[in-house]
């Protein structure tokens, strides 16, 4: 039986509430499925390790995350810890970046009886997913920037050939694997490269990289024109590739269209390592309350069994994230399930208990929408 070894980072805030409903899920799953286990290592990085010891991720522990098969994420940050040049602790950003996580997978998908922001019909549709290019882009400059008077502050936007082409390979593998699961089979370039030299250099790259693709279609829409379209037509789009700062903004706009952050996942992944975090933060102003919505932790972890299952080749992992995503639609397909945010009442053990109810009734999956939990190259 394979067993994985999974680094858990519960972090900070509502991150502590939603991780330990997670572990018990993956738990069940794996048990459901038979063919592989998990082992999890806890370990502390964040704003409140950062003001107890004065480091938010002590080497020791990024070394030990960076031995794991996958790194599991809760949610870090206090709003009001920072250091002293004023940025907030961020250690899933040193992640990203010590580990050259290069494609940030933020996956856009409706689930019934979760209330639509949008009135169209076709809004029960929306099944996308943003890949964000995560390691250099506007936020090379966070640790670099200048800001030397009060007069000017200055930081770089950084586009490399390297990060654009292993990005871009990524993107379009992604979507002919999606195109076999009966998706469009096309990729969007989202830059400015009317504007900027940077984004026509980005563009001119995603050209060269699509004539190796010709199964799948390349598109190209300008960041402001996307902006305007993920609201008008979401419904039309399959994979999306930004440059950093542009994806992380077009990630949140995903994540409102079907319900906010707490039902959005996402997952970072590199050459060998991968980070799986919800979208949402800590949530300050909720925490102890059992108020969490649970969902976008448990579909990270979805994310994270098929990355697993697709790197060491066992198709079961697939079963397994197909599980947990159906799970989920079971449990709000009726409507009567609503977690706070949407103006309900469901809290994080009410929310999780209805999944692992469906969880535990679910014998097949074969029967239900090939479209469900296509994710990860």
Not at 107 to 115: C, F, T
Not at 311 to 318: M, V
Not at 347 to 368: H, N, P, W, Y
Request: proline fraction near 5%; glycine fraction near 10%.
């Amino acid at each position: 039986m394979k067993i994985w070894q999974i680094a858990v980072l519960e972090g900070d805030g509502v991150g502590r509430e939603v991780m330990p409903v997670c572990l018990e899920l993956l738990n069940a799953v794996a048990n459901k499925v038979g063919t592989f286990q998990f082992q999890f290592k806890h370990l502390e990085a964040g704003a409140d390790l950062f003001q107890r010891t004065g480091e938010a991720f002590p080497d020791a522990t990024f070394q030990e995350a960076k031995s794991a098969d996958a790194i599991l994420l809760g949610a870090m940050g206090i709003p009001e810890v920072r250091y002293p040049d004023g940025r907030e602790i961020a250690p899933q950003l040193d992640l990203r970046e010590r580990l050259g996580l290069f494609a940030g997978l933020r996956p856009i998908r409706s689930v019934q009886g979760v209330p639509e922001v949008l009135s169209h019909p076709l809004a029960s549709k929306i099944d996308f997913v943003i890949i964000r290019e995560s390691t250099e882009g506007l936020f090379a400059a966070r640790n670099s920037g200048e800001n030397n008077s009060n007069d000017v502050a200055k930081d770089s936007l950084v586009i490399t050939r390297a990060a654009c082409e292993r990005l871009f390979h990524y993107a379009f593998r992604l979507a002919r694997k999606r195109s076999r699961r009966g998706y469009p089979g096309k990729v969007t370039c989202v830059d400015k490269a009317n504007v900027l030299s940077s984004y026509a250099f980005f563009r001119k790259i995603f050209k060269e990289i699509a004539e190796e693709y010709p199964d799948v279609k390349a598109d190209y829409c300008y960041i402001d024109a996307m902006a305007l379209n993920l609201v008008k037509i979401p419904w039309e789009f399959d994979v999306l590739v930004a440059e950093n700062m542009f994806g992380d903004i077009l990630s949140d706009l995903g994540a409102a269209l079907i319900g906010g952050m707490g039902m959005a996942p996402s997952g970072d992944i590199g050459e060998n390592h991968a980070v799986f975090q919800p979208c949402h933060g800590t949530a300050p102003d909720i925490i102890g309350k059992g108020m969490a919505n649970p969902v976008a932790m448990l579909r990270s972890a979805a994310m994270m069994v098929e990355w697993l299952g697709e790197k060491a080749g066992i198709p079961e992992a697939h079963q397994a994230s197909r599980f947990i995503q159906l799970g989920i639609d079971k449990a709000f397909e009726g409507g009567e399930l609503l977690p706070y945010e949407l103006g309900g009442t469901a809290g994080t053990r009410e929310i999780f208990d209805a999944i692992m109810e469906q969880l535990e009734e679910s014998k097949d999956v074969s029967d239900r929408s090939s479209r469900n939990g296509v994710f990860c190259s």
